[in-house]
């Protein structure tokens, strides 16, 4: 693989790293980077050790489904019984952006062909959300992501993404106009705002600057404009004053980074 492909791997978690605002979806990916590093490979029972244990030492801004879900599991509950309680008390609304804020480090993992990327995708986003959008989307980033990462254009890695995804989620990957874009947390909804703001950039500094200001207090669309765009523009076009003040957090992205780059 080339420099090139390598700076848009290396940019995909420093990416969503800058486009969180709060810190939850960037610890979450971590918690999933470090496990595909850690196992080789995509274990899903791996990663959902790491979620509870990391929800259990503090672990914050996770959106309500995932929280309720890891509070029944820290009882004793299976994440599959605590997954499917939670999607029936909310009255089966679960279709969140969170596996897809979480979810790109499976589209940096070498070891995951490209044809699984999405499958990977939405097995993972099963473990909280069980809404079929909530998967449905966070596949269509994953997919977006190792696209972009192959150097496709970002037209046709947007065709990519599309195949085989619901209409939802297909009308989100579809460049509309601004008018009619949500500052909310439902999953299709953010990745259409996503999408707009980086289709409309001409660089990723423009773009979360845009999708920052549109986005106000909520932590949803800068998220998937980060990581995105890292892996569209590559961690060269990243400002470090975009990423965050914690030196801690900037070391595990940064070795994390490392290791699933060099997988390639």
Same mark, same amino acid.
């Given at each position: 693989? +080339?420099? &090139?492909?390598?700076? %848009?791997?290396?940019?995909? =978690?420093?990416? =969503?790293?800058?486009?969180? !605002?709060?810190?939850?979806?960037? !610890?979450?990916? =971590?918690?999933?980077? &470090? ?52 999607? $029936? ?7 969140? /952006? +969170?596996?897809?804020? %979480? ?23 099963? =473990? ?16 977006? /992501? %190792?696209?972009?990462? !192959? ?27 601004? @008018?009619?874009?949500? !500052?909310?947390?439902?999953?299709? @909804?953010?990745? $259409? ?16 600057? %845009? ?7 909520? +932590? ?30 900037? @070391? $595990? ?7 699933? @780059?060099?997988?390639?």
């Amino acid at each position: 693989m +080339n420099a &090139e492909a390598r700076d %848009r791997v290396r940019g995909i =978690l420093f990416g =969503l790293a800058a486009g969180d !605002r709060i810190g939850g979806p960037v !610890r979450m990916a =971590l918690e999933l980077a &470090e496990s595909l590093i850690g196992c080789a490979a995509f274990d899903v029972r791996d990663i959902a050790g790491r979620y509870l244990s990391w929800w259990r030492m503090g672990g914050f801004d996770t959106g309500p489904t995932a929280a309720r879900v890891f509070e029944s599991a820290a009882t004793g509950l299976t994440y599959e019984k605590a997954a499917i309680q939670v999607h $029936r008390e909310c009255g089966e609304q679960t279709a969140g /952006c +969170n596996p897809a804020h %979480r979810c790109a480090p499976i589209a940096m993992a070498a070891s995951i062909p490209d044809e699984l990327v999405g499958m990977a995708a939405q097995e993972e986003a099963m =473990l909280t959300h069980r809404h079929p959008l909530a998967g449905d989307v966070a596949a269509a980033v994953a997919a977006l /992501c %190792r696209a972009l990462i !192959r150097g496709l254009p970002w037209a046709e890695a947007i065709a990519l993404a599309s195949g085989g995804r619901l209409p939802e989620t297909q009308q989100a990957l579809a460049v509309s106009a601004e @008018e009619g874009l949500s !500052r909310g947390g439902h999953a299709p @909804e953010v990745l $259409r705002a996503a999408v707009f703001f980086l289709h409309h950039s001409y660089s990723f500094s423009a773009a979360l600057e %845009r999708a920052v200001d549109f986005a106000g207090p909520s +932590n949803y669309c800068p998220v998937l404009v980060g990581c995105i765009g890292g892996a569209k523009w590559g961690r060269s076009a990243i400002p470090d004053s975009v990423l965050p003040a914690h030196a801690g957090l900037l @070391e $595990r992205i940064s070795n994390a980074a490392e290791v699933l @780059e060099a997988g390639w």
